[in-house]
């Protein structure tokens, strides 16, 4: 093959589905392996919330956006065809930051290698960005303690499935906020939740108050939506809101109104958001704090695999739908 495909970024999101408006899929020569540099084939890549965050203008978020005419941001894992690079060689698998194309010239900078015997889904679903910000917003921003009742919402997305095992495991009551019934049961029946609440069911406060009889220390934030107003009235004194995404407002001109700043104030919270990008340098001892949770079997995933490059353009929308089970990958 002397040719391959990538995807450019050619528009801004205004609001609505994501679409092949957004994007130009153009055919690249295979370039030439320097010096000091090898070829990367991408064989599974991450869709990830956040993306649409990359695609927006803002200049002054915690990373610039991506410039428009240039590959779309994405992280992946692949394996290495060509190298000139001294530690890198031919059959290493490597991950990192790959973007929306089949092929990657690198000269290592951001590439990390994976010697770990998982399969590529396991290790994009727990392993990078989903695992370790669970790890990182849990213990370091949450600071759960055994007997404490957490409340995650998108409970049965990639991080805030995680997040729920995680805190089940040091022993925290454990109650999920997801969007359909299916999800309900999974986290629940197959995750070890104590409970879940659908969002889209009517008597929220009601159904919080019976799961959370002891009222709640910790909510780890990954929607927002209005749900939000409930969880703060029922937070017990000295709680943590971890603020992690808010993916209702993501699509949304206007966000919603916030929860009053009263609770805040009566019950002592502490409301903390953080972004991965500041914590890269933390990896190896999130990964330290990680991985004898997933060693145990504590961790379980699933993950939902699109076929082919293209899908991701139309993929993203399974964000806001909810139609995403699990970690959304596309296989190449
Ligand atoms: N701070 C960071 O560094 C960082 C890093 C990674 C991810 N994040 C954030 O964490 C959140 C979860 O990311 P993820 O990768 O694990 O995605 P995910 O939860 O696997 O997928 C997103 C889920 O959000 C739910 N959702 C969509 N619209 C909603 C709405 N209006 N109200 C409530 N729920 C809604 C859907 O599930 P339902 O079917 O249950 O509605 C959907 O499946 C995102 O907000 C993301 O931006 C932040």
């Not at 029946?189 to 108050?209: R, T, W």
């Not at 009222?215 to 780890?220: A, P, V």
């Not at 919270?269 to 060693?295: A, C, N, R, S, W």
């Amino acid at each position: 093959m002397t040719t391959y495909t990538a995807i450019n970024l050619i528009a801004r999101p205004q609001g609505g589905p994501i679409g092949p408006a957004l994007f130009d899929v153009v055919q690249k020569k295979l370039p030439i392996v320097g010096q000091g540099e090898f070829l990367v084939k991408q064989s599974h890549m991450s869709l990830d919330p956040a993306m649409f965050g990359w695609m927006s203008p803002d200049p002054d978020s915690y990373i610039p956006p991506v410039e428009l005419g240039t590959v779309m941001r994405s992280s992946g894992i692949g394996e290495v065809v060509e190298s000139n690079h001294p530690d890198f060689y031919v059959g290493d698998r490597v991950m990192g930051m790959m973007g929306w194309q089949q092929y990657i010239l690198s000269n290592g900078a951001g590439l990390n290698k994976v010697t770990v015997p998982l399969t590529d889904e396991t290790i994009l679903s727990i392993f990078a960005l989903p695992g370790l910000t669970a790890t990182q917003g849990l213990f370091n921003v949450g600071k759960p303690k055994k007997g404490e009742t957490l409340v995650v919402s998108g409970a049965a997305g990639s991080v805030g499935s995680i997040v729920g095992q995680l805190a089940k495991a040091e022993g925290l009551r454990v109650i999920g906020i997801v969007g359909t019934a299916d999800k309900a049961d999974w986290i629940v029946n197959e995750l070890g939740f104590d409970g879940a609440i659908n969002y889209k069911s009517e008597n929220l406060a009601e159904q919080l108050a019976q799961l959370t009889p002891e009222g709640i220390d910790i909510y780890f934030e990954n929607t927002g939506g209005s749900i939000q107003h409930h969880v703060v009235n029922r937070m017990n004194a000295h709680g943590r809101i971890v603020v992690c995404g808010m993916i209702a407002d993501y699509p949304k001109a206007q966000p919603d109104l916030a929860p009053s700043w009263i609770p805040i104030i009566k019950k002592r919270l502490t409301i903390q958001g953080f972004t991965m990008p500041d914590h890269f340098g933390d990896i190896p001892q999130l990964l330290e704090k990680l991985t004898p949770y997933v060693m145990q079997g504590k961790i379980k995933h699933r993950s939902h695999t699109l076929e082919g490059l293209e899908s991701a353009i139309t993929g993203l929308n399974f964000f806001f739908t909810g139609q995403n089970k699990g970690k959304l990958i596309v296989k190449l």
